[in-house]
C-alpha cells in the first residue's frame, strides 16, 4: 500500500472556476491538521511552459526557486502553504510529448508503437507520481487544468483513471468542481449543468467523490440532496463555495463545509485534530480591517487583465495586512501616459511600482512614471523591466546620456545603460533561457535596502529576465547618485538600485513577489507599503500645516 495519499480535483461545466483556489485551501486545512502536503498542476496545453505565453493568454508566468516557468496557480499554492514548489509541480501536455518523443527517438521503447495509451498515460502517471515517492508528502494534490469533456484533457483523465485503479482503494479521491448557475429569470439555481459534467467524468471511467459546487446563491438543503442523488456522492460530499470577498476567506469557508473532513474520511486517515489557523485568522482580520488606506499606482502595459500581475497583487495584500492598512491599486496602462497627461494620471498616487515586463511596446511611459516618482519623492519601487527604466530614465535626466536606452528596446542605442549578458548573445531559442530562478544577491551594508531587509546582507531572489544593468555605466551613474546597493558576486551583474537622496526610492532586477506568503510577506512589499503610509501621513499634515 503506498504512504502516500492522491487527491485529484477535476473542473466542469466552465472554465476559471478557481480550481487551484480549492486545491490551495484543502492543502492548506491538511497542513494546518499536521499532514504534510503539496499540490501539483497538469496543464493541457501543448506549450513546453507558461515562458512564452502572452499575460493576456494566460495570465503571468510564475517562477519557482529551481527555475521552473510555471503557471498561475504554483503562486497560490505557494502564498496559501508557504512551502516551496519545483519544476515538479507544474506538466503540460508539451513536457509530457517531448518526453515521450525523446524517449522513441533514443529508442528506449524497443520498436513498440508509440501511443496515448499506454505511453502517454504512463509519463503523465509516472510525473503525478515523482513527489508522492519523494518520501516527502502524507498527501499529494493534482490539479487538472481545463474542463472535463475538453479533448486536450482526455489523456490526463484517462491517466488518472488507471493511477486510482492502480493505488487500491482510500488511497486516491477525486473532487469535482463545478458551477450551478442561477438563472434570474426562473429565479432558482439550476443543477443540470453539474449533472452532465459529472455524467462526462462518469463516461471516462472516473466517479467523483467530493462534489464542489460554486454558486451565487446559498445552495438549500433540497439541492444539495438532488445533487447527491443524481451525482451518485453522499449528501455531505456536496460542498458549496460561494462567492467570497477574498480568496484568502475560501480555506476557512472549505472548512465550514467540511470539505477536509469529507476528504480524509474518504482516504482512510484520521480526522481527530482541529486545523490550526490562528495565523491565517489573524492575517485575515487585519486584512478585513485596516486603519488606513493608501492608493499606488501600478504601471504596466498588460493592466487590462489582473492575472498579468496576480503576484504582485497579491502581494500588496500580504503588505498591506502587515502594516494595517488598505492597498488601493490603480493600474495604469504605460502607453496611455503621454507627456502632456502624465502629471494627470499620477495624481492622488501616494506610491508608485512600475511593472516588469518585455518589449518596447509602452516603454517612455514607464519612464515618465519614474521621472514623476524621482522628482516628486513619492515612495517608488521598480521590479525587473521598472528597474531597468530606473536606470534609464536617471541616466538620461541626471546624467546627461539623452538617448539612454536599453539594447531590447533600441539595438543601436549610443548609451546602451542596459544591454544582453554575452551569455545571452548567442540565444536563439526563446523559451526557458533566460536568467531563471534563485541567484544569490549581496546587499551593502548601511544602504536603505539593508534596512528593508532588517539588516540581512545576502539574500536569494527569483528572476526572470534577459537584459542586465550595463557595468561600464556603474561609476558614471554612481557618481552623480544612484548607487547599486545589491549585486550578484559571482557574476558582478547589478541586483539592487537606490537613491540615497529620495526617501525611498528602489529598483531591483528580481522578482521579490514571487516569495510573498501569507506567512511571510516580502519585507520589500512591507518596506514600500510602509513608507507609501509615512509619505501620505506628510502629505496630510503638510496641507494641514
Known amino acids: 500500500m503506498p504512504d502516500t495519499k492522491y487527491v485529484f480535483v477535476t473542473g466542469g461545466v466552465t472554465s476559471s472556476l478557481g480550481k487551484g483556489i480549492i486545491a490551495a485551501s484543502l492543502a492548506k486545512l491538511l497542513q494546518a491538521r499536521g499532514y504534510k502536503t503539496t499540490i501539483q498542476k497538469l496543464d493541457p496545453y501543448i506549450n513546453v511552459d507558461p515562458g512564452t505565453l502572452n499575460p493576456y493568454e494566460h495570465g503571468e508566468c510564475y517562477v519557482t526557486d529551481d527555475g521552473a516557468e510555471t503557471d498561475l496557480d504554483l503562486g497560490h499554492y505557494e502564498r496559501f502553504l508557504n512551502v516551496k514548489t519545483s519544476q515538479a509541480n507544474n506538466v503540460t501536455t508539451g513536457r509530457i510529448y517531448q518526453s515521450v518523443i525523446e524517449k522513441e527517438r533514443r529508442g528506449e521503447f524497443l520498436g513498440k508503437t508509440v501511443q496515448v495509451v499506454p505511453h502517454i498515460t504512463n509519463e503523465i502517471k509516472e510525473r503525478i507520481q515523482i513527489l508522492g515517492n519523494s518520501g516527502e508528502y502524507d498527501i499529494v494534490i493534482t490539479e487538472i487544468g481545463g474542463t472535463v469533456g475538453d479533448i486536450e484533457s482526455l489523456p490526463y483523465i484517462e491517466a488518472v483513471r488507471q493511477l486510482l485503479w492502480e493505488l487500491g482503494d482510500n488511497n486516491g479521491i477525486v473532487i469535482h468542481l463545478t458551477l450551478v448557475p442561477y438563472l434570474s429569470a426562473a429565479g432558482e439555481l439550476k443543477t443540470k449543468p453539474t449533472q452532465h459534467s459529472v455524467k462526462t467524468l462518469m463516461e471516462s471511467g472516473i466517479k467523483a467523490d ?14 444539495k440532496q438532488k445533487l447527491a442523488l443524481f451525482c451518485n456522492v ?16 475560501v480555506p476557512v469557508m472549505m472548512q465550514d463545509e467540511g470539505l477536509d473532513t469529507v476528504a480524509l474520511q474518504k482516504l482512510g486517515l484520521p480526522d481527530n485534530t482541529v486545523p490550526d489557523l490562528d495565523q491565517w485568522n489573524e492575517f485575515l482580520d487585519r486584512h478585513k480591517h485596516p486603519k488606513s488606506e493608501v492608493t499606488i499606482g501600478l504601471i504596466g502595459k498588460y493592466v487590462e487583465l489582473q492575472d498579468s500581475y496576480k503576484s504582485i497583487l497579491e502581494s500588496f495584500i500580504h503588505a498591506g495586512a502587515i502594516n494595517e492598512v488598505k492597498v488601493n491599486i490603480r493600474p495604469i496602462h504605460s502607453e496611455h501616459i503621454t507627456a502632456k497627461n502624465f502629471e494627470e494620471k499620477m495624481k492622488g498616487l501616494q506610491g508608485i511600482l512600475v511593472a516588469p515586463g518585455f518589449g518596447e511596446r509602452g516603454i517612455e511611459g514607464k519612464i515618465k512614471a519614474v521621472r514623476y516618482a524621482r522628482e516628486n519623492n513619492i515612495p517608488f519601487l521598480g521590479i525587473c ?9 536617471f541616466a538620461r535626466n541626471v546624467v546627461g546620456l539623452k538617448d539612454a536606452n536599453s539594447t531590447e528596446m533600441d539595438g543601436g542605442t549610443e548609451h546602451p545603460v542596459i544591454s544582453l549578458m554575452e551569455a545571452q548573445k548567442s540565444v536563439t531559442n526563446k523559451g526557458g533561457t533566460m536568467r531563471l530562478g534563485a541567484w544569490d544577491c549581496e546587499i551593502l551594508e548601511g544602504t536603505l535596502v539593508h534596512k528593508v531587509y532588517h539588516g540581512q546582507t545576502s539574500i536569494s531572489e527569483r528572476h526572470r529576465h534577459r537584459y542586465e544593468f550595463n557595468n561600464d555605466y556603474k561609476e558614471e551613474l554612481e557618481k552623480a547618485g544612484m548607487l547599486a546597493s545589491g549585486i550578484n558576486k559571482e557574476t558582478g551583474l547589478v541586483e539592487i538600485i537606490e537613491l540615497p537622496s529620495h526617501p525611498w526610492f528602489i529598483g531591483v532586477q528580481y522578482h521579490p513577489e514571487y516569495k510573498s506568503t501569507v506567512a511571510s510577506p516580502h519585507p520589500l512589499f512591507v518596506g514600500f507599503v510602509k513608507a507609501v ?7 496630510t499634515n503638510a496641507s494641514l500645516a
Open 210 to 223: 467530493i462534489l464542489v459546487c460554486r454558486t451565487e446563491h446559498e445552495l438549500s438543503d433540497d439541492i
Open 533 to 539: 503610509l509615512l509619505h501620505k501621513r506628510q502629505q
Open 385 to 393: 523591466l521598472g528597474m531597468q527604466m530606473a536606470v534609464i530614465e
Open 234 to 249: 453522499k449528501k455531505e460530499a456536496v460542498i458549496q463555495s460561494i462567492d467570497a470577498s477574498t480568496i484568502y476567506d
